[in-house]
T-cell receptor
Framework: DAKTTQPTSMDCAEGRAANLPCNHSTISGNEYVYWYRQIHSQGPQYIIHGLKNNETNEMASLIITEDRKSSTLILPHATLRDTAVYYC??????????????FGTGTRLQVTL | NAGVMQNPRHLVRRRGQEARLRCSPM?????VYWYRQLPEEGLKFMVYLQKENIIDESGMPKERFSAEFPKEGPSILRIQQVVRGDSAAYFC????????????????FGPGTRLTVL
């Protein structure tokens, strides 16, 4: 799976949009971009994933550049409960099978009042 | 719809004892993954199982660790003769491959089992 690069930490004011970048310059055509977060020491929580089109769900939006070498996770209105470590993961998916998630160090997002 | 369940949530063992960690996947999921998170470190993949089969065990330590996912019942991660270095949070995730199209198996995680070895 392609390696990802994320900033170590970021701050965001409550109510503002949190934009978390991720570089994956060696991504292949059959690799998806996944985002998870881990709040304190809880189990990782799935947020969103995409291949090449922008995606949006009730939690966040995922913007993937046209060349697919980078992406941005957007939390539109961050709250204190969004304070967590956010992981950007690139993984290949094959027809009929599945694969492990390779976690990096992630971005520690601190949402403040 | 219940999520992934793990028990026990906390487990204390003395050096040399055995630890058994259980994982019940989400309803309808037949794929289970185990990950380990050492203190102040990231999550590391250990093993991927389908019902009665080990698919990928590339992250499992060669000795003392084993995993199974029987036809009936939960998946079990077993650690024999535990040592202090086994102290960690062990997370289980499950997924379901849908249909005959490209797999988009999102993995959903349980709350973890925190193992402390005295």
């Amino acid at each position: 799976d392609a390696k990802t690069t994320q900033p170590t930490s970021m701050d965001c004011a409550e109510g503002r949009a949190a934009n978390l970048p991720c570089n994956h310059s060696t991504i292949s055509g059959n690799e998806y971009v996944y985002w998870y977060r881990q709040i304190h020491s809880q189990g990782p929580q799935y947020i969103i994933h995409g291949l090449k089109n922008n995606e949006t769900n009730e939690m966040a939006s995922l913007i993937i550049t046209e060349d697919r070498k980078s992406s941005t996770l957007i939390l539109p209105h961050a709250t204190l409960r969004d304070t967590a470590v956010y992981y950007c993961i690139v993984r290949v998916l094959f027809r009929g099978t599945a694969s492990k998630l390779t976690f990096g160090t992630g971005t520690r997002l601190q949402v403040t009042l | 719809n219940a999520g992934v369940m793990q028990n026990p949530r906390h487990l204390v063992r003395r050096r040399g004892q055995e630890a058994r960690l259980r994982c019940s996947p989400m309803k309808g999921h037949s794929h289970v993954y185990w990950y380990r998170q050492l203190p102040e470190e990231g999550l590391k993949f250990m093993v991927y199982l389908q019902k009665e089969n080990i698919i990928d065990e590339s992250g499992m330590p060669k000795e003392r660790f084993s995993a199974e996912f029987p036809k009936e019942g939960p998946s079990i991660l077993r650690i024999q003769q535990v040592v202090r270095g086994d102290s960690a949070a062990y997370f289980c995730a499950s997924s379901s491959l849908r249909g005959s199209g490209l797999a988009t198996d999102t993995q959903y995680f349980g709350p973890g089992t925190r193992l402390t070895v005295l």
